[in-house]
């Protein structure tokens, strides 16, 4: 940081003016240097390993310089409550243990019992060799046998199958590592059957997954939506998360574009397309211009459902000069009008996500983020005392706006709305000097909307740690596995991590619940049908009950 240059202290107004322009002029340089300083560096490494070189190694410093986290800033102490573990300790058994009664003095009186609690478990193996009865009809020429019991099927038992899923999705074990535990335990198993058993045969718990989605869909009108990296046999995918307070459902695709997360909120499903006066304005709000807006409702046919294949037909042969990023425009906005207007799955009213051009336009209304919001704040990297003063009194103000916003989700009213929106304008509309900062309030105060969007709604977060949180998940897994190899592995990685999500989050217990559907006991309720019971009680969209 630089010297310890005050404007404010200057008295005459065009010294001041200039010195404040040099300032602005010394940070906008600085970045870019900083900015052109990694470009030329990759491009070294680039070139490097072109010529079958090594790039620059990554070495991370001891401390990172770049912690884009606001949790320190944001942080509200809060009473801690201990509560005592016993309470909640289900006792398997009792034992009751004798004093020798040859170290009693003969004055010893009996006072009952006193009890302690410990905790164990067993892990060992439990192999049944079944008697299966067999008849053999000479008139029917047919063998008939005693069936197994429900989950045995293959070599292995439904306790076997349940710990495996646990360990491998719950506890981010890798496949070899759970070998080796079965090993020890004394299981014969190998590593193409421990694979099968991750993936293959999973229909009873895609079905669930699925069910999860759509219940949880249905639970509430707004969502939260992230997307991370997963890579598949070798190739670079996307992982998309959707969540609410009562679910987190997974759902891999190659893509992470608009289109792509019309898939997500359809449960996977192709998108149709459809011309109407929705797709129009939708269209205008995309970009597409005049002229080829007043084109399309000439050439494709009116409230009629189109595949994708059937629209590209109709594209190619009418408007084959129609740029690819409108094409692609115009393709969006039929696509959205579809799940807008259609009733066979649940619509979303509100998406509360990041500021990501793909998530525009997909839903009726957007909620932002304001913890990703300050990430442009904190990457600011002020070079005079002057402009680091003037940042750090921003942060205070940012925070407590926030945390004014917080109050109101409690307690809503109508004049708290106001004075929060007037300090919001007065926040991010006034000039502080500092052009850097100055650029970055501009950007925030042009999305007023979705940043207070909470002042209609009070019942939807502030942030979307929900989405993230689990895009977290997605990141620890392929930490461990690196990469699903197959199409059938990585649904089986979505299925599986949606499941984990939701039984956490709904309080259930994950190997309870597997071993209740690879047995096929079905005691346990449905988590679709937990989802359906407890969003009943949690009104999760009072305000859009109350209209406008």
């Not at 997360?261 to 006066?277: S, W, Y």
């Not at 998530?359 to 990430?375: K, S, Y």
């Not at 706006?401 to 926040?427: M, V």
Request: hydrophobic share 35%; glycine share 6%; charged share 25%.
């Amino acid at each position: 940081m630089e010297g310890k240059i005050d404007p404010s202290t200057i008295e005459d107004e065009g010294v001041r003016q200039i010195v404040i322009h040099l300032m602005n002029l010394v940070e906008t340089l600085s970045a870019k240097v900083n900015e052109l300083t990694a470009e030329n560096q990759g491009l070294r490494d680039e070139n490097n390993r072109l010529k079958g070189e090594q790039g620059k190694p990554k070495i991370l410093p001891n401390k990172s310089t770049t912690d884009l986290s606001s949790e320190k800033e944001r942080r509200q102490s809060k009473p801690r409550n201990k509560r005592s573990k016993r309470d909640h300790i289900q006792i398997d058994r009792a034992q009751d243990l004798k004093v020798d009664k040859t170290l009693l003095p003969p004055d010893a009186v009996f006072k009952g019992y006193e009890q302690i609690v410990i905790q164990d478990v067993k892990f060992q193996t439990d192999n049944v060799c079944f008697r299966r009865e067999k008849y053999y009809s000479a008139s029917q020429r047919r063998t008939y046998l005693a069936p197994l019991p429900a989950g045995y099927t293959g070599q292995f038992g439904p306790a076997v199958k349940a710990w495996v899923l646990s360990l491998y999705f719950s506890g981010r074990m890798s496949e070899p590592k759970i070998l080796e535990v079965l090993h020890t335990v004394g299981l014969h198993i190998s590593a193409g059957q421990l694979s099968d058993m991750l993936i293959k045969d999973q229909d009873v718990f895609h079905a669930e997954s699925a069910a999860v989605l759509r219940a949880g869909l249905e639970s509430s009108p707004w969502q939260h939506l992230d997307s991370t990296g997963t890579r598949v046999n070798g190739q670079n995918q996307h992982c998309h998360i959707l969540a609410n307070p009562l679910y987190t459902a997974y759902c891999t695709l190659p893509a992470k574009d608009r289109l792509s997360m019309l898939r997500v909120l359809q449960g996977g499903a192709d998108p149709v397309f459809r011309c109407n006066e929705l797709a129009m304005a939708l269209m205008e709000q995309l970009g597409v211009t005049d002229k080829w807006r007043s084109l399309l409702p000439t050439l494709l046919p009116r409230e009629q459902d189109l595949t994708e294949k059937d629209l590209n037909g109709v594209l190619d042969k009418h408007l084959p000069k129609l740029g690819g990023n409108l094409r692609k425009r115009v393709k969006e906005a039929l696509a959205i009008a579809v799940y807008r207007t259609q009733r066979a799955y649940p619509v979303i009213r509100l998406l509360l996500c990041d500021d990501a051009p793909q998530f525009n336009a997909l839903t009726v209304q957007l909620a932002l983020c304001w913890i990703h919001e300050f990430r442009h704040y904190k990457k600011l990297q002020p070079r005079f005392l002057h402009h680091a003063k003037l940042l750090q009194k921003f942060s205070q103000r940012f925070w407590k706006l926030y945390q004014g916003l917080l109050d109101y989700r409690e307690h809503p009213s109508p004049g708290l709305a106001q004075a929060l929106e007037a300090e919001f304008d007065q926040l991010f509309g006034q000039a502080s000097g500092y052009q850097q900062l100055d650029e970055c309030k501009a950007r925030t105060q042009a999305k007023r909307e979705q940043l207070l969007m909470v002042l209609s709604h009070p019942e939807i977060l502030l942030h979307n740690n929900p989405a993230e949180l689990g895009a977290r998940q997605r990141v620890r897994k392929r930490d461990v596995s690196l990469q699903a190899r197959t199409t059938e592995g990585i649904r089986a990685w979505d299925t599986f991590e949606t499941l984990v999500a939701t039984t956490k989050k709904l309080g259930v217990n994950l190997c309870n619940y597997l071993s209740d559907r690879i047995t096929q006991a079905f005691c346990l309720p449905s988590l679709a049908s937990l989802i359906e019971e407890r969003a009943s009680s949690m009104a999760l969209g009072t305000s859009w009950l109350q209209g406008p």
